[in-house]
């Protein structure tokens, strides 16, 4: 077989229904978290509970469950089944207009390397390992930035990776504001009123998402700028400091029902997404 063949073979398997079934089963996956996470982080708004609204968080609520083992590797599943998704579009190129870009090319490899390792956290949890999966995000935060900040360039670093996190939540809501998800969706042979569900959580779950993904970010720059890991903040702390606005808990809610509706537009993504 020649090099060429090889490359075609291997293209059509990309686009083959292996792959796609595997990103909108990753969707779900990605939905299911979501929608515990943003569960959680109601009830903290609500009642002041002490639980962990992150990953870790959603995990445990999961394994509580009578299915709890089926559904966590059902859910390391999608995750993986995503990362294999973004992998071929980082090398094919991804549907729709511009996929071909390197721009989208370099952004799905970046998700291709987050959702695989989400997935392995996942995995890790599920057989077992349960400080792999379920560790306090803002713990994590912290020790990541500390050793960041112990690099030669270090406050740099934090900085960058602060003010990342910060615009690419800034650019999660203002996309979502503008709509902009449309063009990733089968939106002309959708009926009006999946278009109006898709409007309505795709536009107030990604202004939550993008407020959450912001605050972790600003968090991330104070630390930078004080040289001080304490003040990096993962998504449980992230999500509580909005109860310290002056909006109070109410503010916190509504993030979270934000996040609890970008949830279910994931599950929207998993069955009107071009893929």
Same mark, same amino acid.
């Given at each position: 077989?020649?090099?060429?063949?090889?490359?075609?073979?291997?293209r059509k398997v990309a686009?083959?229904?292996?792959?796609?079934?595997?990103?909108?089963?990753?969707?779900?996956?990605?939905?299911?978290?979501?929608?515990?996470?943003g569960a959680l982080a109601?009830?903290?708004?609500?009642?002041?509970?002490?639980?962990?609204?992150?990953?870790?968080?959603?995990?445990?609520?999961?394994?509580?469950?009578?299915?709890?083992?089926?559904?966590?590797?059902?859910?390391?599943?999608?995750?993986? #089944?995503?990362?294999?998704?973004?992998?071929?579009?980082? @090398? +094919?190129? /991804?549907? !729709?207009?511009? &996929?071909?870009? =390197? *721009?989208?090319?370099?952004?799905?490899?970046?998700?291709?390397?987050?959702?695989?390792?989400?997935?392995?956290?996942?995995?890790?949890?599920?057989?077992?390992?349960?400080?792999?999966?379920?560790?306090?995000?803002?713990?994590?935060?912290?020790?990541?930035?500390?050793?960041?900040?112990?690099?030669?360039?270090?406050?740099?670093?934090?900085?960058?990776?602060?003010?990342?996190?910060?615009?690419?939540?800034?650019?999660?809501?203002?996309?979502?504001?503008?709509?902009?998800?449309?063009?990733?969706?089968?939106?002309?042979?959708?009926?009006?009123?999946?278009?109006?569900?898709?409007?309505?959580? #795709?536009?107030?779950?990604?202004?939550?998402?993008?407020? @959450? +993904?912001? /605050?972790? !970010?600003?968090? &991330?720059?104070? =630390? *930078?700028?004080?040289?001080?890991?304490?003040?990096?903040?993962?998504?449980?702390?992230?999500?509580?400091?909005?109860?310290?606005?002056?909006?109070?808990?109410?503010?916190?809610?509504?993030?979270?029902?934000?996040?609890?509706?970008?949830?279910?537009?994931?599950?929207?993504?998993?069955?009107?997404?071009?893929?």
């Amino acid at each position: 077989m020649t090099a060429a063949s090889s490359s075609t073979v291997a293209r059509k398997v990309a686009r083959g229904d292996a792959v796609r079934g595997g990103a909108r089963m990753g969707f779900v996956a990605r939905g299911v978290l979501y929608l515990l996470v943003g569960a959680l982080a109601v009830r903290i708004g609500l009642t002041g509970t002490g639980e962990q609204a992150d990953r870790g968080g959603a995990l445990t609520e999961v394994s509580g469950t009578p299915l709890g083992a089926v559904l966590l590797w059902a859910l390391g599943l999608g995750l993986a #089944g995503m990362a294999l998704w973004r992998l071929s579009e980082a @090398v +094919f190129g /991804a549907a !729709g207009p511009k &996929g071909d870009g =390197a *721009a989208k090319r370099a952004m799905s490899g970046a998700r291709c390397v987050f959702y695989g390792i989400t997935a392995f956290l996942v995995f890790s949890f599920a057989a077992g390992s349960r400080d792999s999966g379920a560790g306090s995000s803002d713990q994590q935060s912290q020790d990541i930035t500390g050793r960041l900040l112990g690099l030669p360039g270090g406050q740099w670093w934090v900085g960058a990776v602060a003010v990342g996190f910060a615009s690419a939540g800034l650019c999660m809501a203002g996309s979502a504001v503008m709509r902009k998800y449309r063009k990733h969706l089968t939106w002309g042979q959708m009926s009006r009123k999946a278009q109006r569900f898709m409007d309505v959580t #795709g536009v107030v779950g990604g202004v939550g998402r993008g407020c @959450v +993904f912001a /605050a972790v !970010g600003w968090f &991330g720059v104070k =630390a *930078a700028v004080g040289f001080d890991p304490a003040e990096a903040k993962g998504m449980d702390d992230a999500i509580r400091s909005f109860a310290q606005t002056p909006a109070g808990p109410w503010l916190l809610v509504a993030v979270a029902v934000g996040l609890v509706l970008f949830g279910v537009f994931s599950f929207g993504q998993a069955k009107w997404r071009r893929v």
